[in-house]
C-alpha cells in the first residue's frame, strides 16, 4: 500500500481517481453500523405476507425488514 498526504488524497478524491493503491480495504468499516444479529417470532400468516411483498420488490425478507423498521424510525423523527 502507498503513502500519500491526506492533502492529496483529498485531491484524488476530488477529482475522482482510484484510491485503491492507498486504502486497506480489509480494514475499512461503518461506524456506528455494525451489524447485529436479531430473532423475532411472528405469526406465519404475517411472515407470508412479508415474503410476498418482498418477492414483489425484489428484496430478500431480512432487508425488506431493516428497511421498514429503519423507515418507521425515521418517520418518528419528524418534528421531535
Known amino acids: ?3 500519500i498526504s491526506a492533502e492529496d488524497f ?3 478524491f476530488d477529482d475522482g481517481e482510484d484510491l485503491d493503491d492507498y486504502v486497506d480495504w480489509s480494514k475499512a468499516g461503518r ?3 455494525d451489524m ?3 430473532d423475532i417470532d411472528l405469526p406465519e400468516k404475517v411472515l407470508r405476507r412479508v ?3 418482498a418477492a414483489r420488490l425484489g428484496m430478500t425478507r431480512q432487508s425488506l425488514m431493516a428497511k421498514w423498521i429503519a423507515e418507521r424510525l425515521e418517520a ?3 418534528g421531535k
Do not use: I, Q, S
Open 1 to 3: 500500500m502507498k503513502t
Open 10 to 12: 483529498d485531491k484524488k
Open 31 to 33: 461506524p456506528g453500523l
Open 36 to 38: 447485529v444479529h436479531v
Open 51 to 53: 415474503d410476498a411483498e
Open 76 to 78: 418518528g423523527r419528524v
